[in-house]
């Protein structure tokens, strides 16, 4: 999908992002047993904003469309690329929802393809303005965000009551109300959950208030959980979950896997998907008394071989990485010696490997008995894996592995 944009594209000698099919498949089973396992059966739902959390949507699209039952995007541009693929692939179409804002115009395209949207503020009442003057053959599906106490989209229940969506009564012509949801505050961060349980008492009364007020077609569809909720609160599994880190393999937090220890008793395996690799540029000694990097922060003590890789904060790799991190070489973990620069690091590979052959780092994921964790690189870059995975670069290659 990121083809052909010029200037953003890698060259021959440069890392690549490995993902696992087969990983991908069993994350999903895991959490759709969870999710079924207190009633059911309920819908599960992937969220596949920030280019499936950097994944690649282009190559993650494929692989979850045949395994869940919702598609989540923050952008209608991206949404409206599942039924591009299910055209070209003749696959039955499946629910997919955009959670982030759009215009009248995206509202309009969105109708013609079958495509649901949030709506979570006043600036719809223009859109029903321009999906009248569009007159799309179908009504535009539409999720009604309940504010639960996020702060964030959506209409608290005392809006709901004193008429803010009443301008729903008159547009069941071009707006249809089938679901409504919400978003947690703080489930990830916590191993209580007050403030989620008091944002479930605000979603059901906000449901109330819906019902009570707007034209609406049941059963709606509710939906509040992400991955957390999904695993660790089993009172907002509701109709749909929407899980976006725990599909690649990754923990919300440490304290959601303490809570799955104490709800559940036990923690569900999570198999990350995403592996980072790079080829080395160079390998060559350098004696002791050498520095290395900018700023000369590095100086080896010793005479050491070093492999310099071609990858650097372009690609995502942060530059808080900086004499912290370690890469995978035959499974050793080798040191990034010195700073992190734009498009390169540089590692000791002295006790990795016996010679100045070219050789393969793992940036991140499993080599040989080690695992590089993206919690790890996120802790060392003082950020969350969250926003670690979500900014590496578009640009880099990606390769599905079974
Ligand atoms: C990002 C997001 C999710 C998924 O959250 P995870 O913690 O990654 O599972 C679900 N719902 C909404 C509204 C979101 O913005």
């Known amino acids: 999908m990121h083809e052909g944009i010029v200037g953003a594209t890698g060259g021959k000698v440069a890392s690549w992002l490995e993902l696992s099919a087969g990983?991908?498949?069993?994350?999903?089973a895991t959490l759709r047993a969870l999710s079924t396992e207190t009633g059911g059966p309920r819908a599960l739902g992937a969220v596949l904003k920030g280019n499936a959390y950097g994944h690649g949507l282009a190559q993650v699209l494929p692989l979850v469309?045949?395994?869940?039952?919702?598609?989540?995007?923050?952008?209608?541009?991206?949404?409206?690329?599942?039924?591009?693929l299910e055209r070209a692939r003749g696959l039955p179409s499946r629910q997919v929802l955009v959670i982030g804002a759009m215009d009248a115009e995206e509202a309009v395209a969105l109708a013609h393809e079958g495509?649901?949207?949030?709506?979570?503020?006043?600036?719809?009442?223009?859109?029903?303005?321009?999906?009248?003057?569009?007159?799309?053959?179908?009504?535009?599906?539409?999720?009604?965000?309940?504010?639960?106490?996020?702060?964030?989209?959506?209409?608290?229940?005392?809006?709901?009551?004193?008429?803010?969506?009443?301008?729903?009564?008159?547009?069941?012509?071009?707006?249809?109300?089938?679901?409504?949801?919400?978003?947690?505050?703080?489930?990830?961060?916590?191993?209580?959950?007050?403030?989620?349980?008091?944002?479930?008492?605000?979603?059901?009364?906000?449901?109330?208030?819906?019902?009570?007020?707007?034209?609406?077609?049941?059963?709606?569809?509710?939906?509040?959980?992400?991955?957390a909720a999904t695993l660790v609160l089993p009172r907002a599994r509701y109709d749909a979950q929407r899980v976006g880190i725990s599909l690649y393999g990754l923990w919300p937090s440490v304290e959601?896997?303490?809570?799955?220890?104490?709800?559940?008793?036990?923690?569900?395996?999570?198999?990350?998907?995403?592996?980072?690799?790079?080829?080395?540029?160079?390998v060559k000694w350098l004696p002791a008394g050498s520095y290395i990097g900018y700023g000369c922060t590095y100086r080896c003590a010793d005479a050491t071989r070093?492999?310099?890789?071609?990858?650097?904060?372009?690609?995502?790799?942060?530059?808080?990485?900086?004499?912290?991190?370690?890469?995978?070489?035959?499974?050793?973990?080798?040191?990034?010696?010195?700073?992190?620069?734009?498009?390169?690091?540089?590692?000791?590979?002295?006790?990795?490997?016996?010679?100045?052959?070219p050789l393969t780092a793992t940036l991140l994921g499993q080599e040989g008995d080690e695992h590089l964790h993206a919690?790890?690189?996120?802790?060392w870059a003082q950020t969350i894996h969250y926003e670690l995975v979500t900014r590496l670069g578009a640009h880099l290659r990606r390769v599905v592995v079974p």
């Open 375 to 379: 919690e790890a690189l996120a802790t």
């Open 256 to 282: 959601t896997r303490l809570s799955a220890r104490l709800v559940l008793g036990r923690v569900p395996e999570l198999k990350p998907v995403l592996s980072w690799r790079c080829p080395s540029q160079i």
């Open 115 to 227: 495509i649901e949207a949030v709506l979570g503020d006043g600036s719809w009442r223009d859109i029903v303005t321009e999906l009248r003057r569009a007159k799309p053959a179908r009504p535009l599906r539409v999720h009604v965000h309940v504010d639960t106490g996020l702060g964030r989209e959506g209409f608290t229940p005392g809006q709901i009551s004193h008429g803010e969506l009443d301008f729903l009564r008159d547009a069941t012509d071009v707006l249809q109300v089938v679901g409504v949801l919400s978003h947690f505050a703080n489930t990830e961060d916590v191993t209580e959950q007050q403030y989620a349980e008091s944002q479930l008492d605000v979603f059901e009364a906000g449901l109330s208030a819906l019902r009570a007020s707007v034209p609406v077609q049941e059963p709606l569809q509710r939906h509040m959980a992400a991955s």
């Open 306 to 357: 070093v492999a310099v890789l071609p990858v650097g904060y372009f690609d995502g790799y942060p530059r808080l990485l900086s004499g912290k991190a370690h890469v995978l070489v035959n499974g050793r973990r080798c040191p990034v010696l010195g700073r992190v620069m734009m498009n390169h690091i540089i590692v000791d590979v002295t006790h990795a490997t016996r010679d100045e052959r």
């Open 23 to 28: 990983a991908l498949a069993t994350n999903v």
């Open 65 to 84: 469309h045949p395994l869940v039952d919702v598609l989540y995007f923050i952008t209608p541009g991206d949404a409206l690329t599942v039924r591009t």
